[in-house]
């Protein structure tokens, strides 16, 4: 059975702290995607990792993907108030079709 | 282009009362698809077009469940005899499929929030 599996699941950061949120998948694919929500709101493309040792970075966020460990980070630098949000990863699988995503990572942002 | 539309944003129904659906995607994808969200949870895939051609369907849609697409256009999810079960947020996403990598990103909708009573 196809599982993404992330943690935490609730994170309660002060601003300018740093943290990182994990992401396990099960499945051999090379690809992994985050995304975030806003309450309320639907989910905004954030990242796209396609490949084993891919970092790519925005703003305060960094994503990378390590495939041999099916394992995807999230860190977040010197967060602040703006960066609360649920933050999910999602892969495709090994047919590219349907998205699996984790359960979210509920991030909140105290002063 | 104004992304992914769904419409209505909101809809309440009485159990056992049919409900309809519409999604209108990036107008150059060529896939789109349904999700089901329930407060607290990731979205579950439900199921997936490409053009009009229905590909995959999740084993969580049931019998009463019917999504079409029928040219390759918007789409249109419908849940027949409502169950209380069925209230959560229907999200509708589209992509392209064939430009690989980051061309193949899912691009969601502002979704339609059910409420069976």
């Known amino acids: 059975e196809l599982k993404v599996e992330q943690n935490p699941l609730f994170l309660s950061m002060q601003e300018e702290k740093n943290y990182t949120i994990y992401c396990n998948y099960s499945?051999?694919?090379?690809?992994l995607y985050w995304y975030r929500q806003d309450p309320g709101k639907s989910l905004e493309s954030l990242f796209v990792?396609?490949?084993?040792?891919a970092v790519k970075q925005e703003g305060r966020l960094m994503a990378s993907l390590d495939t041999k460990a099916r394992l995807s980070t999230l860190h977040i630098t010197a967060a602040v108030h703006d960066l609360s949000a649920t933050y999910f990863c999602?892969?495709?699988?090994?047919?590219?079709?349907?998205?699996?995503f984790g359960a979210g990572t509920r991030l909140t942002v105290k002063p | 282009d104004t992304g992914v539309s769904q419409d209505p944003r909101h809809k309440i129904t009485k159990r056992g009362q049919n409900v309809t659906f519409r999604c209108d995607p990036i107008?150059?994808?060529?896939?789109l698809y349904w999700y089901r969200q329930t407060l607290g949870q990731g979205p579950e895939f439900l199921t997936y077009?490409?053009?009009?051609?229905?590909?995959?369907k999740s084993r969580l849609l049931s019998d009463r469940f019917s999504a079409e697409r029928p040219k390759g256009s918007f789409s249109t999810l419908e849940i027949q005899r409502t169950e209380q079960g069925d209230s959560a947020m229907y999200l509708c996403?589209?992509?392209?499929?064939?430009?690989?990598?980051?061309?193949?990103?899912?691009?969601f909708g502002p979704g339609t929030r059910l409420l069976v009573l």
């Open positions: 996403a589209s992509s392209f499929s064939g430009q690989g990598g980051e061309g193949e990103t899912q691009y």
């Open positions: 499945t051999t694919s090379d690809r």
């Open positions: 990792l396609l490949s084993n040792g």
């Open positions: 999602a892969e495709t699988g090994d047919n590219n079709n349907d998205m699996r």
């Open positions: 107008s150059e994808h060529n896939r």
């Open positions: 077009f490409q053009n009009e051609a229905q590909l995959e």
